[in-house]
């Protein structure tokens, strides 16, 4: 009797061991689920924020245009990645990066706003964005006669009147080193009316 308890509780205490020995195995051998989920939320790193929103950017530059400030390359040149008003890049270069942007200060009347690499830039959407950011609608389109310096054939170009100021959004196709094409947007910002533009003057 003694001995058939002893056995029992060996072959207890065996199947016991036996398991968890299973269940580490099945453990560790599980592979580790992922989120292959495409339309999972992604989180935005901390340096795509508010103070580079575009909107905000040119929203500014206007502003010291309009009261005839002199505009300063050391207060205004800028080069990084400039974001929409949800703190999204405005659009990802081929590499796969947030796509960065120059803010150039051509003198002290205009500016100059690009983007520096290639990518799935949509100047469309961006450029309606601006003009809603500033208060600027298809009613204040000039009309634009192309010369010779552009190409229409090869350059989009649109001229808007911003209550006084002139905004011009030039969009050419650009070839990336690896064959891959993609927009090119330039958007001038001055107080002088761009070559191409007639504007009205009071009798």
């Known amino acids: 009797m003694h001995k058939h308890v002893i056995r029992s509780r060996r072959f207890n205490f065996a199947l016991i061991c036996a398991s968890l020995v ?10 580790e689920k992922k989120n292959d989920n495409p339309g999972a939320v992604k989180t935005v ?15 500014s530059l206007a502003d010291a245009l309009k009261v005839g400030e002199p505009l300063d390359s050391a207060e205004y040149d800028f080069e990084g990645v400039l974001t929409d008003g949800q703190g999204a890049p405005l659009y990802t270069d081929i590499q796969g990066s947030p796509g960065a942007w120059v803010v150039d200060v051509l003198d002290k009347n205009s500016v100059m706003i690009r983007n520096l690499y290639l990518g799935d830039l949509l100047p469309i959407d961006l450029q309606s964005y601006v003009l809603q950011s500033l208060r600027v609608s298809e009613s204040d389109r000039l009309e634009f006669t192309a010369h010779e310096a552009v190409d229409d ?23 990336a080193p690896n064959g891959i094409e993609g927009p090119q947007l330039s958007i001038i910002m001055s107080s002088d009316p761009p070559v191409g533009v007639e504007t009205q003057t009071n009798a």
């Open 22 to 31: 299973a269940l580490a195995v099945f453990s560790c051998g599980k592979p």
């Open 45 to 59: 790193p901390e340096y795509f924020h508010a103070d580079n929103d575009i909107a905000m950017t040119v929203r």
């Open 153 to 175: 054939d090869e350059t989009d170009i649109v001229v808007y009147d911003c209550d006084g100021i002139f905004l011009r959004f030039e969009v050419r196709a650009g070839i």
